[in-house]
């Protein structure tokens, strides 16, 4: 744990120092629903939709803002710098488990996604959203979020590892896009189409989403949130242990 | 515990028959096809080779960087293959790239590597101050690695391979693209090193620089080692094989063992004024 935690503060320092590969994943999700709720925001009056449980659309789309920013995170850029540059090697002849080096950065990763999904939350409170699950819902919005972005962390640190490109990485992040869109992204699942129904039930963002969903528009529902968490925990566990082999692995 | 030679003396390495092979685009490489090497406790063990012909896989072998197809290799006494962690315990490793995060602090990176290698958070900060000093970089210890010069750079790389005091310092062509100047500070870097008992085993291209630092060198071309031996030892050799009135240099002695010409390796081995 001692070598997660000195590498987790490594890529932390990394990042602080970093603050132009920070802000965007900021503005970018906010700028998503500030433009998402423009378009269809009237579509989708307070008083005559029942899925809005009584807040305004923004409150509806802000899971798909908080998933975009916790995807956004540069983990697997930073692992190729390090690859190219020869320090991922220092590490690799170094006594420090294979698990270890993963963890760290995704543990950094981790504390990066609660700083950003807190600052949007925050910031779009003045806008009419509250979180209606209280204190308690707030935690498990963030750390619900704060674990998909492990999650997806963990997926582009595969990316890296196998192709050790930082274009290739990059390209394979943009596979968070069709994932994010084929979810109840606009409106709730039982609206969509059947197609896009079936697609959405497929995608296990559709879950994490509906779990966010359920904790800013309801009170503690356990059902969406407990399928929210079962996803992430599973692909975590299935991302790190696929890193981790990929290490033991590396030539 | 480290085996050693007939003579009594410990072995800092042992490699036998020690094979890689991997799959390019073109198809199979044998990059390494079988060598033996002995490196005794305390030796600067020089390690020569054009290239492509297997200098860095091999080291890459040796320092469980790289899985090994076949034969065995033992660090320090420990297999690689069996107890790579056993292994790290005792080589520093510093490759043909300075292996250093730019956007850290020299002073960052020893503690954080020692960290690595089990100091506390105070010893950490205790080693990291005087392996700064050992290479002459208090006074940038602060600033972000990404000012550094090349040489600063290589000589944190040694720091940092040095936090732990490894019994075995793997160097990969350590002063590869230095100006003269930083390539003689780094020179005394490793006499001060060596000086202090560690076992260096040092890939370089520069043939002055094996010929000044190594007290014993094998090259290596195509996979296997070709030549064996101290340096004056194998320039004697060479001198009475071909009768030579003067004493030939390492590069003849290179030039000769790979079969190769001065022209067909421009761009592969240079010669260095020290």
């Known amino acids: 744990m001692t070598h997660a935690m000195v590498l987790g503060q490594r890529a932390l320092r990394e990042a602080w120092r970093t603050p132009e590969a920070l802000l965007p994943t900021l503005f970018i999700p906010l700028f998503f629903l500030v433009v998402n709720v423009g378009q269809a925001g009237k579509i989708f009056p307070t008083g005559s939709t029942p899925f809005l449980e009584g807040q305004n659309y923004a ?26 540059g020869g320090y991922f090697d220092k590490l690799r002849a170094a006594p420090v488990s294979r698990t270890a080096i993963v963890l760290g950065r995704l543990a950094a990763e981790a504390a990066k996604s609660v700083a950003i999904t807190t600052a949007i939350v925050l910031l779009a409170l003045p806008f009419g959203i509250s979180i209606a699950s209280g204190p308690i ?56 189409t059947r197609p896009m129904e079936i697609a959405s039930t497929y995608n296990p963002v559709t879950y994490i989403m509906e779990g966010l969903r359920s904790l800013i528009l309801e009170d503690l529902a356990w059902a969406p949130i ?22 033991r692995r590396y030539d | 515990m480290a085996r050693r030679t007939l003579a009594g003396m410990a072995l800092a390495v042992e490699a036998e028959q020690l094979v890689k092979h991997y799959s390019g685009r073109g198809g199979a490489v044998e990059a390494v096809r079988g060598v033996d090497l002995t490196v ?56 043909q790239e300075a292996g250093l995060d730019a956007r850290q602090t020299g002073r960052e990176l020893v503690i954080l590597q020692a960290r690595l290698f089990g100091s506390s958070r105070t010893q950490a900060a205790g080693r990291a101050q005087e392996l700064l000093e050992l290479v002459d ?132 081995v240079q010669e260095v004024q020290g």
């Open chain 1, 59 to 84: 409150a509806f789309q802000l899971p798909s803002s908080i998933l975009l920013a916790a995807s956004f995170g540069s983990a697997a850029l930073y692992l190729v710098e390090d690859i190219e």
């Open chain 1, 137 to 192: 819902g707030f935690l498990l919005l963030i750390l619900l979020t704060a674990s998909w972005a492990v999650v997806f962390a963990g997926f582009m640190q595969l990316i890296a590892l196998k192709t050790r490109s930082a274009a290739a990485t990059n390209s394979g992040g943009l596979v968070f896009f069709p994932l994010l869109f084929l979810t109840p992204n606009f409106v709730p699942r039982d609206l969509l």
């Open chain 1, 226 to 247: 407990g399928r929210g968490f079962a996803v992430v925990a599973v692909l975590g566990v299935l991302m790190v242990a696929l890193n981790v082999r990929t290490i």
């Open chain 2, 40 to 95: 005794e406790a305390g030796e600067v063990f020089g390690f020569l080779g054009p290239n492509g012909a297997g200098k860095s896989t091999t080291v890459r072998m040796l320092t469980t960087l790289m899985s090994i197809t076949s034969g065995s290799a033992r660090v320090a006494g420990i297999d690689v293959a069996a107890d790579p962690d056993g292994a790290r315990r005792k080589i520093g490793v510093a490759l």
């Open chain 2, 137 to 268: 970089l208090v006074e940038a210890a602060d600033r972000r690695i990404k000012g550094y010069s090349g040489g600063m750079k290589r000589r944190l790389d040694l720091a940092s391979a040095l936090v732990h005091e490894p019994e075995v310092l793997f160097l990969d062509e350590p002063t590869t693209g230095l100006d003269p100047a930083s390539r003689l500070t780094v020179w005394e870097e490793l006499r001060r090193i060596n000086g202090r008992g560690t076992t260096i085993f040092l890939t370089t291209q520069y043939l002055e620089e094996a010929d000044q630092l190594c007290d014993r060198l094998a090259i290596i071309d195509d996979g296997l080692i070709v030549r064996e031996g101290t340096p004056a030892d194998l320039k004697a050799e060479l001198r009475e094989r071909r009768g030579l009135a003067t004493e030939p240099t390492l590069d003849e002695v290179f030039l000769d063992v790979t079969g190769r010409t001065r022209e067909r390796t421009a761009g592969e």
